[in-house]
């Protein structure tokens, strides 16, 4: 059926290093890639997304790279910062929404 | 910036009992969504709606749960007779031609004891 698999569910890095987020997706006719960040008791904020005939997008220092043949996606940030700790949430569409597990991250000073 | 706004934030009732949550989608959006969130899971589709109709439903979506555009701003989804299990945090999300971005509200705390 429909799915989107997210890794890892959580991840630590210190304050200025890289963080890598990976989701696969089901449905080769997916077609749009969104990834959201969500803080404490607010709702999902979108925060970069892609469509499937772009292989890498970027927005300051955040990235997502897709690659369609493999069906997965990768969030990128660098240069993480605090506020930056949050759980993060990809998504395919297929049809509506799917979204992946979330990963939690957390960046330490 | 245009929001999405939902209310209440939180929402506590009794088993058995009807609940409403209310939603105000961004004013030139013409999709609408509902999705949930149980604590610690992952964001699960409920409903799309769109030409007031629903286009979409997940299996989540049975007979208990309904939704309805009962004028040019709010769309609300009715849980008839809540059970324990539908304690979550429910999310209204909308979003407008010709793009695809999805923006959802701040949610409500649905509690149901």
């Known amino acids: 059926g429909e799915n989107v698999e997210q890794h890892p569910s959580t991840l630590s890095v210190q304050e200025g290093d890289s963080a890598v987020i990976k989701c696969t997706y089901s449905?080769?006719?997916?077609?749009?890639f969104p990834w959201y960040k969500q803080e404490l008791g607010k709702g999902p904020q979108l925060i970069i997304d892609?469509?499937?005939?772009?292989g890498e997008k970027k927005d300051q220092r955040i990235a997502v790279t897709l690659n369609k043949t493999a069906k997965h996606f990768s969030l990128h940030i660098t240069e993480t910062q605090p506020e930056d700790s949050a759980v993060y949430f990809c998504?395919?569409?297929?049809?509506?929404?799917?979204f992946g597990q979330g990963t939690e991250l957390s960046v330490k000073p | 910036e245009p929001e999405v706004t939902q209310t209440p934030s939180h929402q506590v009732t009794q088993m058995g009992q009807e609940v409403i949550l209310r939603c105000v989608p961004i004013s030139n959006h013409l999709y609408f969504y509902w999705y949930r969130q149980i604590l610690g899971q992952k964001v699960e589709f409920l409903v799309s709606?769109?030409?007031?109709?629903?286009?979409?439903k997940s299996e989540i979506f049975d007979d208990q749960f309904s939704v309805e555009r009962p004028d040019g701003s709010n769309f609300t989804l009715k849980i008839r007779s809540t059970k324990l299990e539908d304690s979550a945090m429910y999310f209204c999300?909308?979003?407008?031609?010709?793009?695809?971005?999805?923006?959802f509200g701040s949610g409500t705390q649905l509690s149901v004891l």
């Open positions: 892609i469509r499937s005939n772009v």
């Open positions: 998504a395919a569409r297929m049809g509506k929404l799917i």
């Open positions: 709606f769109y030409n007031n109709e629903i286009s979409e």
């Open positions: 449905d080769s006719a997916s077609n749009y």
């Open positions: 999300a909308s979003r407008g031609p010709p793009g695809e971005k999805l923006f």
